[in-house]
């Protein structure tokens, strides 16, 4: 089964998975609802609609999906594969994935998070994810959207899973509660998110046999040790073969078996997560 990827949709096509994803809000969060109460959660304590509940939910979801761990088979042979959410559908999973259930944990808490952050942030709307550079990280993909700030809520999430059932540190509710605290404060045109909002984390551009790697200049100029961190981590992971550093906000990424979109989401997720704030 082949889906149309976020990125090579026409204005048409993301409408249509605009939609898609709306109407799936509402289900996915009744299936939270009950994986909680079959785990003998009470979902309407834990969902009680707070920024305080994010981080409990959280740890509830990434001790589950550990428990879970991978699917033993390959993204193309998963048979689970027409029943996973639109946004995952559209968007690229690599292997080894989380199964079909921890994906419709994080679809839930999507769906959660939703609701908390238009809570506290009425002014935001679900839109179409945009830029006047076209390798944006969220191009197509429904984001809610205040101002000039965009946010795809399940991205960190999902980023977070993968680490967990990889055996790496994924992310802690506190921490999770801190990053949904300022994606708020962003839509609502406050912090250093909002100041930097219309330029991008990162660009990716593929070369020949690499990728060149552009990162926002401030990021090098208030954050060196950040960037040497990100330069150690994406040169550990599975199917990179090197990552040099030429310039103090430039790389050159030798990772034959990464498609380009994976390691700019890969790029934008680490960097949202790891950046000082």
């Given amino acids: 089964m082949t889906e149309v990827l976020y990125e090579w949709m026409d204005a048409e096509q993301a409408a249509t998975a605009l939609k898609e994803y709306l109407a799936e809000r509402a289900p996915a969060l009744a299936q939270l609802r009950s994986a909680m109460a079959d785990g003998g959660l009470d979902p309407d304590e834990m969902l009680e609609g707070t920024l305080e509940s994010v981080g409990p939910v959280w740890e509830w979801i990434t001790a589950r999906v550990a428990e879970l761990g991978v699917d033993p088979r390959p993204v193309e042979e998963d048979p689970t594969r ?6 995952i559908r559209h968007g690229i999973l690599v292997d080894p994935h989380p199964p079909a259930e921890s994906l419709g944990l994080v679809d839930g808490f999507a769906s959660y998070l939703g609701q908390v952050i238009t809570d506290a942030v009425p002014a935001a709307v679900w839109i179409i994810g945009h830029h006047r550079f076209d390798d944006f990280p969220m191009l197509n ?10 946010v795809c809520l399940p991205a960190l999430p999902l980023y977070s899973v993968y680490q967990t059932v990889r055996g790496r540190e994924g992310m802690g509710g506190a921490e999770m509660v801190e990053q949904v605290r300022r994606t708020i404060a962003a839509l609502r045109g406050e912090g ?86």
């Fill in 192 to 277: 250093p998110e909002a100041a930097t909002a219309e330029e991008p984390l990162v660009t990716v551009v593929a070369e020949v046999d690499c990728f060149d790697v552009g990162l926002r200049d401030d990021i090098a100029e208030d954050h060196p040790g950040v960037v040497d961190r990100l330069v150690a981590e994406l040169a550990d992971r599975e199917g990179v073969e090197s990552v040099h550093r030429y310039g103090p906000a430039a790389l050159v990424v030798d990772a034959p078996s990464w498609p380009e979109l994976r390691l700019r989401m890969w790029l934008a997720l680490w960097l949202q997560r790891h950046l000082p704030r």
């Fill in 82 to 87: 027409p029943g996973w959410p639109s946004w």
């Fill in 141 to 150: 993909r429904p984001v809610l959207a205040a101002g000039v700030h965009q």
